[in-house]
Structures are given as C-alpha cells and as structure tokens.
C-alpha cells in the first residue's frame, strides 16, 4: 500500500475556521463515543441527556460544573504558558497536589485558629507549593539538559505517594477512625461559599482573574511576545535576546503556581481536608482542556466549562446509568485526538494523490 | 546464597516488562518518533491479555492478544502522527490518556480474577549450573523471548539494511526523504514494532509478573520504559543494563518495605521514580550522552513534494 495522501499548507485561515475546530472535533469525539456507549448496550441518547443536558439545565448541577471548571481553569492557563512556549511541562497534576498539600499544610498547621489571615496564608502557601515542585524540572532541564517531560512526569507518582504518606502517617486526624484523611479544616480554611445555601465560592472568581490576566499579559507584553516567539521560532527569539533558560523557568513557576493555587482552593473550597485521591487526574485532564481551547485563554475559559461539563455528567452517569469512568477517561483522550487532529486540518490540507509517493 | 538465585530471578522478572517496552519504543525513536503513549500502550496491553487469557483459559494467547493490542493503539498513534503530522508529545499524551481509560474497560468483569502461572521453561543442561543456572536458564518462555528480542533489535538496527535504512530516516527525514527513502513507511513499521513490543510487555505483567488484572497496573513503568530509551542514548546494550538496574531497584524496594526498614513504604515506593530522575541526571553529569537521540526525533514531518 502507497501513502497518497499528501499535506498540502493552507495559505490563509479563515477565523470562523478556528473557532469551528475545536467544536467539530468535540463533535466528531462525541459521535465516536455515542458509538461506544451503543456498542456497550446502553441508549446514546439517553447518555447525552445525562452528560451534556442535565448539568447544564439543573440549577445545582449547574453550580457543580462552575466548581469542577475552576481548577482545570487555572492549571490550563498557566499550561498554555508552558505549551506556547514550547516546553512541556505534563506533570501539572503533581503540582496541583502540591498545591493542596502545602495549603492543606498551613490549615492543619492554623488548626483550632481563626482570622482572615488564614486563607490568604494557605493561597500563597498552595501556589508557592506548586511553584517548587515545577521549579525542579524547569532547572533540571537547564542546568542539565534533561527532558522536562518525564522529569514532570516522574514527579506526579512522587507527589501522590508523599500525600499518601502525610495522611497516613504525621497529618493523619487522630478523630478520623483510621481513616488516611487529615482533620476536617475548620470554616477559617475553607473557602466560603458566595451566597447564602449555595456552594460556589470565590475561587471561580480568581479563575476568572487568572484568565483576564492571560489575555492581557499575551496580547499587551513583551513577555507574552518572548514565550510566544521562543515556541514558534526559538533561534530566532535567541537572535532578539530573549533568555531561553529564563523563559523555561518563568512559564515552568507560572504554570506550577497556577496549580499549585487550584490545588489549594480544591482541598480548602471543595474537600474541606486533605485525603487522598483529591487530584481526581485534574491536571491531566487540563491538558486536554488547553489544547481543546487551542492554547488561547479564551479558549481554555470556554473549554473548561465544556469539559466540566462533561465531568459533571459522567459522574451521574456513573449512577444512573451505571456507566464506568473509564469511559470518559477513554473519551477525555479521544477528544484530544480529533482535537490534535482538527489542527493538523486547520493548517494543512489534506490532498489524495495518485501517484505513489 | 540459597536466595541468590529466586532474588535473580525475581529481578529478572521485575525487569522484563521495562525492557520489552524499552526496546520497542527505541527502535520507533531510531526512526525519529518520539510515542509517549507506551505507558497506554501497556496497560492495553495488559487488560486485553488478562482477558484474552481468562476467555480462551490460554496464557499464551493472552500474551499474543496484547502484544497484537499495544500495536492496534500505535496504529492509531501512526494514524495521527503520520497522515495529519499532528505534535508527537500530546499525540502521545492523549494515547496515554485514551490508553488508560480503554485498558479499565476492557478489564472490567476481570479485577480480582486470579490467573495459574505458565509452567517455566527450562533449558536442559544448563540450568543445572548452580546459582545461575536456576536464575538464567529457567524463567517463562517471554523471559527468553525477551533476550532473543534483544539480539534481534542489535542485529536489525546495526547489521541490517533495513535498520540502516530506519536510522537515517530518524537522523534527517528531509534528506532521506530526498533520497527516495519511504519515510513514513519505514515509520510506520518502527511504530507498530513499538506497539506490538509495549502491548507485549503490558501482557506479560498481568499474566507472569502479578498475574492479576487490576487498573491502572502498569503504575507507570511504561514512562521509566521511556526513561530507558533516554538513558540508553543509542546504544542496545546500556538500555539492557538499565532495564536489569531498575529491575534490581524495584525488587530491593520491595524486600526492603517487607524487612519493615524503619522508612516509611511510600518513599520505597517512589524510589524507582526518583531512581529514573537520578539515572538522567547522572547521564547528564557524566557527559556519556553516547549517540543521543536520532536527529530528527519528535518533528512532524510534511514532505514539501
């Protein structure tokens, strides 16, 4: 068999083109695992009313999926930094965790206190946790040349194993019948929610925040400009004098207390103490959730809510319908596929050709 | 001295699947490809055996079922990579990703479900030598399998035509393209010996190494597979001795959180993580960097005409 299919550049993208691709190929995603879950002997229609209608027309799902968008907000963000610029950095979930464990650190360690000090102390203290841990593969990329990409990956099974053993072991809630899980954070550590019988809080806001500053700093900075030029043409961002290992380091700190910070507002907004398995693959899942937003802040705004979405109903899928997660997991990678390749599409078309290559 | 050879053995076991792994993924990254997916690949590889091997009550054709699974998935993986020239590194990702999720379906109805041992071979005369004997020369047949893939892997890339062939095409698409070579075809084949190798090695931890199926199993030995490569630097025979080395770790870490050390079993656990971090960093140290990765490794290639 001879490959005729041939590549051929498009000479211009149009912009209602780019914003169709992602959508079409979360549809195309969708189609696929409509198929699946038929094949699997359960009603598709019935699955995209409960993973795509219901948390979008129930008040309370409603809320669920603003809540579930918040961390995978802040940790894509900071990985289109990463992702721009063209370094790697896969190991968000580590530093997510992180995050929770240097937050949860400062609530166990407050325990019993109260004050409005708390919560801030705990927010720096998240995003500074998540900032040390992507600190190590930054520097160990250059000061040894090693390839950040397992080196964050490495680290993700080590950050699970160390909160593994603080709630085993030293944070372990002596009131807590055994169970590997720390005390329950007093209100002082929890992020309250915004109004009365709700459970939205204000890390959304912040969310939201970290997003605007990402349109801003992108479109209005010089260094917006630097991660930009260093991913697309890095000899030429050398030329111009921007400091490649500096750039590595600042998208690396950026991305790292990102998630760090959704680490904190997770365990203090949502869990209320740490245990583990709270990391849920959040920081996987925001990969997914930059390249589907085609590494713009807008678009990873836009496709946290969608993925939440998602998130959201395949947890009542579980019960209703009795579907596995495994499913959307399958489905998260899936997505990310046709995503990958509704880019390759949008910059290339594609030309059968009759001749063998 | 009694325990020498079961610790050599059980070393050995411990190693095979990360050196089965590792031998595939090098031969795709000779041709330029960098798969991140073999972690997925793997754990594919290891549901679809487990339940090939309960449904047909054949281990070996559970072993065969997921080598031939892993090679499915990096024929998507080769889809995507060499027909849109999508990124590598997040093709690769969202095969890890997609991977996982697909290795819990299948696995499903099979968690829990305990599986007999393949009876070992052993080679007559030679396993008889003591010590050695006992750990070398008796082990399951994809033990042996294994140190023949290892010779065949040196052979074919270094001896061979079409390993010559597969090494330019990593080294400079453009120019081997220029000459006339098939690049993507040759890709294609180092892509799916990838899979086939990863899926191998995915079978033989669900029915050899633990010979149970549970989720998410392969705990990320398919990433240290990929570690290996790196480590390995262009040569066969250093990505063997890393894989033994890791193998050695692995079972030291276990013997030492039975003996109850005094550390506690979570930073034994995380050694051979933070092992695969030291090995690239004394690499790095040491200056041995050997061939390094193939020249082209990781780039989309669009031929121009």
Request: hydrophobic share 55%; proline share 5%; charged share 10%.
């Amino acid at each position: 068999m001879s490959f005729n299919l041939a590549l051929v550049p498009r000479r211009d993208v149009s912009l209602i083109r780019q914003v169709l691709t992602p959508v079409v190929a979360l549809l195309v995603a969708l189609l696929i695992g409509g198929v699946i879950v038929w094949l699997m002997g359960r009603s598709p229609a019935k699955a995209f009313d409960v993973f795509l209608r219901e948390p979008l027309t129930d008040p309370w799902a409603l809320q669920e999926v603003l809540l579930k968008s918040t961390p995978l907000m802040l940790i894509s963000i900071g990985l289109i930094f990463c992702f721009r610029a063209n370094r790697w950095n896969i190991g968000a979930e580590g530093q997510f965790l992180l995050g929770g464990i240097f937050g949860g650190g400062v609530a166990i360690a407050t325990h019993g206190l109260t004050g409005p000090w708390i919560l801030p102390l705990m927010m720096l203290a998240g995003a500074l946790g998540g900032m040390l841990y992507a600190a190590i593969p930054a520097m160990l990329r250059n000061r040894f040349g090693i390839s950040e990409i397992l080196t964050s990956l490495m680290l993700v099974y080590v950050a699970e194993l160390l909160l593994d053993y603080l709630v085993r072991g030293p944070w372990r809630d002596p009131k807590g019948f055994n169970f590997p899980q720390s005390v329950p954070f007093t209100d002082a550590a929890q992020l309250q929610p915004l109004f009365e019988g709700g459970r939205l809080h204000a890390g959304f806001a912040l969310a939201l925040l970290a997003v605007l500053v990402a349109i801003l700093v992108f479109r209005r900075s010089l260094f917006g400009f630097a991660v930009r030029a260093s991913g697309e043409a890095p000899r030429a961002a050398n030329f111009a004098g921007f400091n490649e290992q500096r750039i590595t380091l600042v998208v690396f700190l950026i991305s790292g207390g990102l998630a760090g910070l959704a680490g904190m507002i997770e365990v203090s907004g949502q869990v209320g103490q740490l245990r583990p398995g709270f990391g849920q693959g959040l920081g996987f899942t925001a990969i997914i959730v930059a390249f589907l937003g085609r590494l713009s802040p807008v678009g990873a705004m836009l496709s946290s809510l969608v993925i939440a979405v998602l998130l959201i109903g395949a947890e009542s899928a579980q019960v209703s319908l009795k579907l596995p997660f495994d499913l959307t997991r399958f489905f998260m990678g899936l997505l990310l596929i046709t995503v990958l390749a509704g880019e390759s599409l949008n910059r290339y078309r594609l030309e059968f050709r009759k001749e063998a290559a | 001295m009694e325990m020498l050879p079961f610790i050599l053995a059980t070393v050995f076991t411990a190693a095979t699947p990360l050196l089965i792994a590792a031998l595939g993924e090098h031969v795709t990254e000779r041709a330029g490809v960098l798969n991140l997916g073999v972690e997925g690949m793997m754990i594919v590889g290891a549901a679809t055996g487990f339940a090939a091997a309960v449904l047909t009550d054949s281990s070996v054709f559970g072993i065969i079922a997921g080598a031939l699974a892993g090679m499915a998935l990096s024929a998507v993986f080769a889809l995507m990579v060499l027909v849109f020239a999508t990124n590598q590194v997040a093709t690769g990702l969202a095969l890890t990703i997609m991977g996982l999720g697909l290795a819990g379906l299948i696995g499903q109805g099979f968690v829990g479900q305990p599986r007999a041992a393949i009876p070992p071979v052993q080679i007559p005369l030679l396993s008889e030598i003591p010590v050695l004997g006992k750990a070398i020369f008796t082990g399951d047949f994809v033990f042996f399998l294994s140190l023949g893939l290892i010779a065949f892997v040196a052979w074919g890339l270094n001896r061979t035509r079409f390993g010559l062939l597969l090494r330019a095409v990593g080294e400079s698409h453009g120019s081997a393209h220029a000459l006339g070579l098939p690049v993507k075809r040759i890709r294609l084949v180092a892509i799916l010996f990838g899979g086939l190798l990863a899926g191998l090695a995915g079978a033989y931890l669900s029915l050899i190494y633990t010979r149970f199926w549970s989720p998410g199993m392969s705990a990320g030995r398919g990433w240290i597979a990929l570690a290996l490569v790196v480590f390995a630097g262009g040569h066969v025979w250093r990505l063997v001795l890393g894989a033994y080395l890791f193998g050695g770790i692995t079972v030291a870490q276990l013997h030492a959180q039975a003996g109850a050390i005094g550390l506690p079993s979570q930073f034994l656990s995380a050694l051979p993580y933070l092992m695969t971090i030291a090995a690239l960093l004394f690499l790095s140290i040491s200056g041995r960097k050997g061939a390094g990765a193939a020249g082209s490794l990781g780039q989309p290639f669009v031929p121009e005409r």
